[in-house]
């Protein structure tokens, strides 16, 4: 069973810049796809980003495409999401998950194992 740890939320102006980080245990990281949702007070799990077990591809909904990049270093078993011009709308506990296959993954359905989430704040 992999463990996932995410690190590096917190609280930041509209506008400004944030980096997670997950770390994955257990062996076999390289075999899996990744990514990252998202879950704001009321509302159900977003997914944000998405990578393949390459880090070749990746998959971003409409509402983050252009300010969120995923990836992943598949040597120290780390995933990454570098979130840029952040909204107030962004506001969420952040989730790093693992999928059941190798390609990066767009449904809830397709990801098993999940960290315990990092707060982001994004204040107006």
């Known amino acids: 069973q992999v463990q996932l740890v995410e690190s590096g939320g917190g609280l930041v102006q509209t506008g400004g810049s944030l980096r997670l980080s997950c770390e994955a245990s257990?062996?076999?990281?390289?075999?899996?796809?990744m990514g990252w949702f998202r879950q704001a007070p009321g509302k159900g799990r977003e997914l944000v980003a998405s990578?393949?077990?390459?880090?070749?591809?990746?998959y971003y909904p409409t509402s983050v495409k252009g300010r969120f990049t995923i990836s992943r270093d598949n040597a120290k078993n780390m995933v990454y999401l570098q979130m840029n011009s952040l909204k107030p709308e962004d506001t969420a506990v952040y989730y790093c998950?693992?999928?059941?296959?190798?390609?990066?993954?767009?449904?809830?359905?397709?990801?098993?194992?999940w960290g315990q989430g990092t707060q982001v704040t994004v204040s107006s």
């Open positions: 257990g062996r076999d990281f390289r075999s899996y796809s």
């Open positions: 990578i393949n077990w390459s880090g070749s591809r990746t």
């Open positions: 998950t693992r999928g059941f296959s190798d390609y990066a993954a767009t449904e809830l359905a397709d990801f098993n194992s």
